[in-house]
């Protein structure tokens, strides 16, 4: 299957995913005026807000040392270098700003893209974001539910295209009006292990014999990863998603206590009328003045036995629902109130427990790709020596939320230690290999150690 074939397939998976997305955002993150005007409630992109930055804090903070490179050889110095080398050239450049944008799309889409590039010679960093949005991507997976190919839409005007593409040739009715608009695609496909490049010009729905650009690149530079996925899924599903039903039944239910409110604060009334009343133009908006006949009762509504407001009851249950689905009651929890270590400890579990799968697929689609870019272009700078993921380099994620199980770990040994001292098996315990390894686990710097 050629690239144009590819890119429609994948343009067609992708459909039933946009309408979601339209939706997700709308509720979230309203982008045009229109949904801004009919977004009521704003508890879902409070509860989004908050887990995004919860995330990042969790998986990448700047102030933390959230990733290591580990050799089998502890002679080996190569990792160390080009860890120390990588961490400087991810603070030097805009990752930290970019990945919080992603980190927001993976908790409305469920799907979030990172495009890696490369600076040019001579810049603080050598790499590069940017948070791209999901509707200008499309891919596809391979059997092994691995990204296979990516596409990329975007825009520029004929006359910024014919300044990058000087040998590409526009047609005369086009390049008569330099502000034209051009839609590019750009598309990485994995062949044989290496990742062709490919843009081209859509051309009023034309691709074939446009193309602008070829490349290769030995890593793919769109990293893609999900907040979660059922089986056989191209793009994953998100809090938002899952909480969806409830988000629009809450803003509307905002919305109706709203015009109620309107209503009750400038009424409606009514004014004798000797005409006839023409129930069509009615109007039951705040300060309306309704005709009525002389002597007549005119509108009069039909009252229920029981007068009992439920709004704020069901408003109030729509609400928790909603920041249950977004972690808000956990993440609240962690901060309302001063907690003992052991409460601490527990919390943390739980949290570890709910977000486990979600870390598990990122330290996969997100982290590894990133690293494994990262040593990529340092080596191919000369930067570093030629260190790759896989074999005896390892990568050790040091983010708080892998260290809230290796907590809970190293609190069990203590108390085994403790327990196995009060009953007098004290003099069992290898002392400076519990020792080594509570450090371990805790992540303790080695030069904290006595030798």
């Known amino acids: 299957m050629n690239t144009l074939d590819l890119y429609k397939k994948a343009i067609s998976e992708r459909a039933e995913w946009s309408a979601r997305w339209t939706n997700c955002k709308k509720y979230t993150l309203p982008e045009s005026e229109s949904d801004q005007a009919q977004l009521f409630d704003s508890t879902a992109s409070d509860a989004a807000e908050l887990l995004a930055g919860a995330m990042f804090g969790m998986i990448t903070?700047?102030?933390s040392e959230w990733l290591n490179l580990t050799n089998d050889n502890p002679e080996c110095m190569a990792e160390q270098q080009a860890q120390s080398l990588l961490r400087q050239h991810l603070n030097n450049s805009n990752f930290y700003t970019t990945a919080h944008q992603c980190y927001l799309d993976l908790v409305v889409l469920g799907t979030a893209c990172l495009l890696f590039s490369e600076n040019p010679?001579?810049?603080?960093?050598?790499f590069n974001f940017q948070a791209l949005p999901m509707k200008d991507i499309a891919i596809l997976r391979d059997a092994s539910d691995n990204v296979s190919s990516v596409f990329y839409t975007t825009s520029m005007t004929a006359q910024s295209l014919t300044q990058k593409y000087p040998t590409f040739t526009l047609p005369s009715a086009i390049k008569s009006n330099p502000e034209t608009q051009i839609r590019i695609i750009q598309s990485v496909v994995n062949t044989n292990g290496k990742w062709i490049m490919t843009s081209w010009a859509d051309l009023e729905g034309k691709f074939?014999?446009?193309t602008l650009e070829t490349g290769e690149f030995k890593t793919n530079p769109f990293i893609i990863f999900r907040w979660s996925a059922a089986t056989g899924e191209t793009y994953g599903r998100s809090p938002i998603m899952r909480a969806l039903p409830d988000i629009r039944t809450a803003n509307k239910v905002v919305e109706l206590i709203l015009k109620n409110a309107s209503i009750a604060a400038a009424g409606i009334w009514q004014a004798d009328d000797d005409g006839v009343i023409n129930l069509s133009n009615i109007n039951l908006t705040p300060g309306a003045i309704i005709p009525k006949a002389v002597g007549s009762q005119g509108l009069t509504p039909l009252r229920s036995g029981a007068d009992f407001d439920v709004?704020?009851?069901?408003?109030?249950?729509?609400r928790a629902?909603?920041?249950?689905?977004?972690?808000?009651?956990?993440?609240?929890?962690?901060?309302?109130?001063?907690?003992?270590?052991?409460?601490?400890?527990a919390?943390?579990?739980?949290?570890?427990?709910?977000?486990?799968?979600?870390?598990?697929?990122?330290?996969?689609?997100?982290?590894?790709?990133?690293?494994?870019?990262?040593?990529y272009i340092l080596s191919r700078r000369g930067l570093i020596s030629d260190v790759k993921l896989g074999g005896e380099t390892k990568l050790r994620c040091t983010s708080p939320i892998s260290k809230i199980s290796n907590s809970e770990h190293a609190a069990q040994v203590m108390t085994?230690?403790?327990e196995a001292t009060a009953a007098g098996m004290g003099h069992k315990i290898n002392s400076d290999a519990a020792f080594n390894y509570i450090a371990d686990t805790l992540h303790i710097p080695k030069q904290l150690i006595e030798a």
């Open 347 to 375: 919390r943390n579990m739980d949290m570890l427990r709910v977000l486990g799968a979600t870390y598990g697929r990122m330290l996969f689609e997100m982290m590894t790709p990133l690293v494994d870019r990262g040593l």
């Open 416 to 418: 085994w230690m403790a």
């Open 121 to 126: 010679i001579g810049s603080a960093s050598a």
């Open 311 to 318: 709004s704020q009851l069901v408003l109030s249950d729509l």
């Open 321 to 345: 629902r909603i920041r249950t689905a977004l972690l808000t009651d956990k993440l609240s929890a962690m901060t309302d109130k001063v907690m003992t270590a052991t409460e601490v400890i």
């Open 61 to 63: 903070p700047p102030e």
């Open 208 to 210: 074939e014999n446009n």
